[in-house]
């Protein structure tokens, strides 16, 4: 039980974190291009702590799977019940809208700006938070390193093109093609990109220098060059400054974008089963990251971070995705869908993402059982 309490409270500061950001986007956004914001709330649910500060109540909820910014605009019911309560004590009245003029000011409302500014608002949140992983895991380069796998053999596949020439673990490989390498992605880059023509690889072996000539053969199946090596299974970090930090940050959320779309694809093609987890999965797998060190929790929290931005920008119904469609088809058409309508859709979206996800969190309770 006091496992479980510590992965809980690792869970919780990744999630804040990451809800944090992506609301800080919509909120961000929202100020920026003078909409009203009513309340900026982290989680959901019944109110723990908050404080108001200026028009708007910043709000930490019970409930801390996701959170809301709530704009002006964007709900008539919610408009008026804000109206309300500003009346109250003064002497026009509660609901004496003649009095007290219009509900929202229009240069305020989240539905009289323009379609791409709504749009950048909504887009906002998941945009930061891509920004958020960027930040993360160029903080776990600068503080650990970038790990690289130094440019020595470790192992030679039998019969392959390496081991046919005579390359043999243990080689360190000093040139391709007379260009330096320094590392094991500059092995891999080159030989990539020379499916089925000769390279000659220079190593160097105990105290002599050799150079073998080697054919790559192609791979059948993304048409990559392959010779048959593989590296030293240790990497070196190597410290890369906080400006190469912040490039290799990039690089590295670019291989997760990736990995991710590969790993989609195989799942469409039905190459591997699907795979979905929910917070307790999510949580268990945090606690463990967080007991494998503070590296492979940063790196865990920015690789969650990417795909609650990549599920967010879904149109799904009731997902920041939905929303930008919605206001795609507004601006093509050049009117604005029927508020009441849409509201309708993303509750029965918001109905059926929640009924998955409860779904899926037994099941993982069951795995995890099991």
Same mark, same amino acid.
């Given at each position: 039980?006091?496992?479980?309490?510590?992965?809980?409270?690792?869970?919780?500061?990744?999630?804040?974190?990451?809800?944090?950001?992506?609301?800080?986007?919509?909120?961000?956004?929202?100020?920026?291009?003078?909409?009203?914001?009513?309340?900026?709330?982290?989680?959901?649910?019944?109110?723990?702590?908050?404080?108001?500060?200026?028009?708007?109540?910043?709000?930490?909820?019970?409930?801390?799977?996701?959170?809301?910014?709530?704009?002006?605009?964007?709900?008539?019911?919610?408009?008026?019940?804000?109206?309300?309560?500003?009346?109250?004590?003064?002497?026009?009245?509660?609901?004496?809208?003649?009095?007290?003029?219009?509900?929202?000011?229009?240069?305020?409302?989240?539905?009289?700006?323009?379609?791409?500014?709504?749009?950048?608002?909504?887009?906002?949140?998941?945009?930061?938070?891509?920004?958020?992983? @960027?930040?993360?895991?160029?903080?776990?380069?600068?503080?650990? *390193?970038?790990? !690289? /796998?130094? =440019?020595?053999? %470790?192992?030679?596949?039998?019969?392959?093109?390496?081991?046919?020439?005579?390359?043999?673990?243990?080689?360190?490989?000093?040139?391709?093609?007379?260009?330096?390498?320094?590392?094991?992605?500059?092995?891999?880059?080159?030989?990539?990109?020379?499916?089925?023509?000769?390279?000659?690889?220079?190593?160097?072996?105990?105290?002599?220098?050799?150079?073998?000539?080697?054919?790559?053969?192609?791979?059948?199946?993304?048409?990559?060059?392959?010779?048959?090596?593989?590296?030293?299974?240790?990497?070196?970090?190597?410290?890369?400054?906080?400006?190469?930090?912040?490039?290799?940050?990039?690089?590295?959320?670019?291989?997760?974008?990736?990995?991710?779309?590969?790993?989609?694809?195989?799942?469409?093609?039905?190459?591997?089963?699907?795979?979905?987890?929910?917070?307790?999965? @999510?949580?268990?797998?945090?606690?463990?990251?967080?007991?494998? *060190?503070?590296? !492979? /929790?940063? =790196?865990?929290? %920015?690789?969650?971070?990417?795909?609650?931005?990549?599920?967010?920008?879904?149109?799904?119904?009731?997902?920041?995705?939905?929303?930008?469609?919605?206001?795609?088809?507004?601006?093509?058409?050049?009117?604005?869908?029927?508020?009441?309508?849409?509201?309708?859709?993303?509750?029965?979206?918001?109905?059926?993402?929640?009924?998955?996800?409860?779904?899926?969190?037994?099941?993982?309770?069951?795995?995890?059982?099991?």
């Amino acid at each position: 039980m006091l496992e479980w309490g510590t992965y809980i409270f690792y869970a919780l500061v990744v999630f804040g974190l990451l809800i944090l950001f992506h609301e800080l986007g919509h909120f961000t956004l929202a100020k920026l291009t003078g909409v009203q914001v009513y309340e900026f709330s982290i989680g959901f649910g019944p109110r723990l702590a908050g404080f108001k500060r200026g028009e708007t109540v910043y709000n930490m909820r019970s409930i801390p799977l996701g959170g809301f910014v709530r704009m002006a605009g964007m709900d008539p019911d919610e408009d008026q019940r804000e109206a309300d309560q500003k009346n109250v004590g003064t002497e026009t009245g509660v609901g004496d809208e003649k009095a007290a003029g219009p509900v929202v000011d229009p240069a305020r409302s989240f539905m009289h700006k323009s379609v791409p500014k709504r749009i950048a608002i909504i887009a906002a949140g998941p945009l930061m938070n891509f920004v958020l992983a @960027i930040l993360l895991f160029s903080l776990s380069i600068y503080i650990f *390193g970038w790990p !690289t /796998l130094q =440019n020595t053999v %470790g192992g030679v596949v039998a019969g392959k093109p390496a081991a046919q020439a005579g390359i043999k673990g243990g080689d360190v490989i000093k040139k391709i093609n007379g260009t330096p390498v320094t590392n094991w992605d500059d092995v891999v880059e080159i030989i990539h990109k020379s499916p089925s023509k000769p390279v000659a690889i220079e190593v160097k072996r105990d105290q002599e220098t050799k150079t073998f000539s080697v054919v790559p053969e192609q791979d059948r199946q993304n048409g990559r060059g392959l010779i048959g090596i593989t590296p030293v299974a240790t990497p070196v970090y190597e410290n890369k400054g906080i400006i190469g930090s912040v490039g290799m940050g990039f690089v590295q959320t670019y291989r997760v974008l990736d990995m991710t779309k590969d790993f989609v694809q195989k799942m469409l093609a039905k190459q591997m089963p699907v795979q979905l987890s929910g917070p307790v999965r @999510i949580t268990y797998e945090l606690g463990k990251a967080a007991k494998m *060190g503070f590296n !492979t /929790l940063i =790196n865990i929290a %920015g690789f969650l971070s990417l795909q609650i931005g990549l599920f967010n920008l879904l149109p799904i119904p009731a997902l920041d995705g939905s929303r930008i469609m919605f206001l795609g088809v507004e601006g093509i058409r050049r009117k604005p869908i029927d508020p009441s309508k849409e509201n309708f859709i993303h509750l029965v979206g918001l109905a059926l993402l929640l009924l998955l996800m409860v779904v899926i969190t037994y099941q993982d309770i069951v795995q995890m059982v099991g």
